[in-house]
């Protein structure tokens, strides 16, 4: 059974950092990308990162761009996404997820088929 567990959330200050984790189980996704979305309440679940099967490909909202880091480590079976400089509209539950097939990149959550159960960060001001 498939299952993607996040961790590293939290409560942190404006400018700020932390470091998500995900790490995956049940199978190898050595060959699918791999996303971080994000929903604040309210809201739509919103793209912020996706990094390729191989590693060497990053694509991130325009939102976090800069400030955010997506990396994968293929031994741990882990994504992570390291975040600095966090600001107040950074809060949301963050999700980490897996595309549906191989070797594509996506960044609607529609494009994705195994997903976690999100990790709460909140950035106060």
């Known amino acids: 059974q498939v299952q993607l567990v996040e961790s590293g959330g939290g409560l942190v200050q404006a400018g700020g950092s932390l470091r998500l984790s995900c790490v995956a189980s049940g199978r190898s996704f050595s060959n699918y990308a791999m996303g971080w979305f994000r929903q604040a309440p309210g809201k739509e679940r919103n793209f912020v990162a996706v990094?390729?099967?191989?590693?060497?490909?990053?694509a991130y909202a325009d939102s976090v761009k800069g400030r955010f880091t997506i990396s994968r480590d293929y031994a741990k079976n882990t994504m992570y996404l390291q975040m600095a400089s966090l600001k107040p509209e950074d809060t949301a539950v963050y999700y980490c997820?897996?595309?549906?097939?191989?070797?594509?990149?996506?960044?609607?959550?529609?494009?994705?088929?195994?997903w976690g159960q999100g990790t709460q960060v909140t950035v106060s001001s």
């Open positions: 990094i390729a099967w191989s590693g060497a490909g990053t």
């Open positions: 997820a897996i595309v549906r097939f191989p070797r594509i990149i996506r960044t609607a959550p529609e494009d994705y088929g195994y």
